[in-house]
């Protein structure tokens, strides 16, 4: 494969993952060279899947090696036979296996959303492998008024006669990613769906609902102190993106995570809520400056 056509289109390759009970495959997108031991891996959100980091992957192949994986019961990766397993802990497990495929000297991680969090569990961990990390709108503490705008259409049944009618759904339910191009948003959207007979579905296993709506109060706020130990544990240096808009992570939480753990620098968007999708210019240079800040030419 030519260096231009790598940083174009990217391979499909599969790792094997455990969960109780059994394995599963986990698929990942893979952009750059091969061999480079500099790595960014870029994981999506909740009911997202890897494609969507399609604009920033192209951006930053020509120097890292960029890695976007499907998170389990998403995109092109296995559905899970238990659906309570749809949770951090299996994510987070299943990128350790990831990453020890990857083999890479240096990484760098940016983590949308659920992404951020998946991040989170790994950064913080004792002998962390993350050099660098990204959280895009997401902190330890969840807003609880986007959380129910969230759960009010994961996992609903819908069918589309067409891409495009899928397309006009997915940007009914995403206002806060900002506005985008009618092109911008069709690349964004096409890898969404999966062909269901003569028509179109959303590419995720809808019960990753159930799992998301089994977190009560309690255990929402047993999740957070943990999250925040976490947080606090987290050496790497870290940006922390904000759509000014969000409904996810709060402005008093922006300010807290610069103020304490690794004291994220925060930068935020305007006109977007959540969560900003890294295709915009300066969504993209802002993520590519702090990698290249953090990753400096060997």
């Known amino acids: 494969m030519s260096a231009m056509s790598a940083c174009t289109e990217p391979r499909l390759d599969f790792v094997q993952c455990l969960h109780p009970g059994g394995l599963h495959r986990m698929a990942y997108w893979e952009w750059g060279d091969a061999d480079n031991p500099d790595v960014v891996v870029c994981a999506h959100g909740l009911s997202r899947q890897g494609r ?17 994986p499907d998170v389990v019961g998403r ?9 309570l397993q749809y949770q951090l802990p ?12 990857l083999r890479a ?3 760098a991680w940016v983590g949308t959303s659920m992404g951020g969090l998946i991040g989170i569990g790994l950064a913080g961990m004792r002998s962390a492998p993350v050099h660098a990390l990204v959280l895009n709108d997401i902190g330890p503490a969840i807003a609880p008024d986007g959380l129910q705008r969230i759960a009010s259409y994961v996992g609903q049944p ?31 959207s096409r890898p ?56 996810i992570l709060a402005a008093a939480t922006a300010a807290a995570m610069s ?14 809520g959540h969560a900003p999708t890294l ?20």
Not at 90 to 101: E, F, H, K
Not at 259 to 272: I, K, S, T
């Open 52 to 68: 969507d980091f399609d604009v920033l992957a192209q951006a930053l192949a020509p120097r890292w090696r960029v890695v976007c």
């Open 75 to 83: 995109g092109r990766s296995d559905w899970l036979e238990q659906p």
């Open 90 to 101: 299996q994510y987070v497990g299943d990128m350790v296996t990831l990453l020890a495929r």
């Open 105 to 107: 000297q240096r990484l």
């Open 158 to 188: 819908a069918r589309f006669a067409s891409v495009e009618e899928g397309a006009r759904y997915l940007g009914s339910i995403s206002q806060g990613f900002g506005p985008h191009s009618a092109a911008q948003w069709v690349a964004l």
């Open 192 to 247: 969404m769906f999966v062909a269901d007979g003569d028509g179109w579905r959303l590419h995720y296993d809808p019960r990753i609902n159930l799992a998301f709506a089994a977190v009560d109060a309690a255990a929402a706020q047993s999740g957070e102190r943990a999250l925040w130990a976490l947080y606090d544990a987290i050496e790497a240096p870290t940006l922390l993106l904000r759509g000014a808009q969000s409904d």
């Open 259 to 272: 103020a304490r753990g690794p004291r994220a620098a925060l930068r935020e968007f305007g006109g977007v």
């Open 279 to 298: 295709i915009a210019a300066e969504q993209v240079d802002a993520v590519t400056a702090f990698i290249a800040a953090s990753l400096p030419p060997r």
